[in-house]
């Protein structure tokens, strides 16, 4: 086995190039490319629901000697809609993290870095794993978010979730696009 700093392990007798760790900063932004997606989606799945809620009850204020008043049913309905906003938010988050680490190892936000989730082994995520992944997450930010901050400090560039689901985040490769001679 060969180790190069800042590499995985590359057998000998292996061709290619040894993938490169991605950093803190760089994972750091495309987890927030990742937020501003689930934000906006975010954001459309309130306003829709909302309007929803809203339209089946038009008396959410009531007037009393000509003074506007809350009524309790509207503080309970209300209640209700941000509990759905809320667990369909969890819900669509858990699915766009988890499907797209399942379904190609990297979300948009990892897309647009160049980064990739790869298991130990160099094979992509399962379900499984990529679920195994995402409760790493919530452990990872349950500990005061000690968890992705480690990602800065450890050798091989894996947070908690990382250690747990047994996965490292490389930089894939970059296309060099050669010119012919023309062009120079």
């Known amino acids: 086995m060969q180790n ?19 950093g803190f900063w760089m994972r750091l932004g495309a987890f927030l490319i990742d ?12 306003a829709i629901l909302f309007a929803s809620g809203f339209a089946l009850d038009q ?28 667990i369909t938010g969890m819900v669509i988050e858990v699915l766009y993290f988890v499907g797209f680490w399942a379904w ?14 790869i298991r130990a082994d160099g094979s992509s995520l399962s379900w499984g794993g990529a679920l195994l992944r995402y409760l790493g997450y919530i452990v990872s930010a349950v500990i005061i978010y000690i968890g992705f901050i480690w990602i800065a400090f450890d050798g091989r560039k894996q947070g908690i979730h990382d250690k747990i689901a047994d996965t490292y985040v490389i930089r894939l490769p970059r296309k060099r696009v050669i010119l012919p001679e023309t062009y120079s």
Request: hydrophobic fraction near 40%; glycine fraction near 16%.
């Open 59 to 86: 008396t959410i204020f009531g007037e009393s000697a000509g003074v506007l008043t809350y009524s309790t049913s509207t503080t309970a309905r209300l209640s209700g809609i941000w509990l759905t906003i809320w």
């Open 4 to 22: 190069i700093p800042g590499t995985l392990e590359v057998d000998e007798g292996q061709e290619g190039v040894p993938a490169e760790y991605a």
């Open 104 to 117: 190609r190892g990297q979300t948009p936000g990892k897309i647009a870095l160049g980064i990739k989730i």
């Open 35 to 46: 937020g501003l997606i689930l934000s906006v989606i975010g954001w459309v799945m309130t």
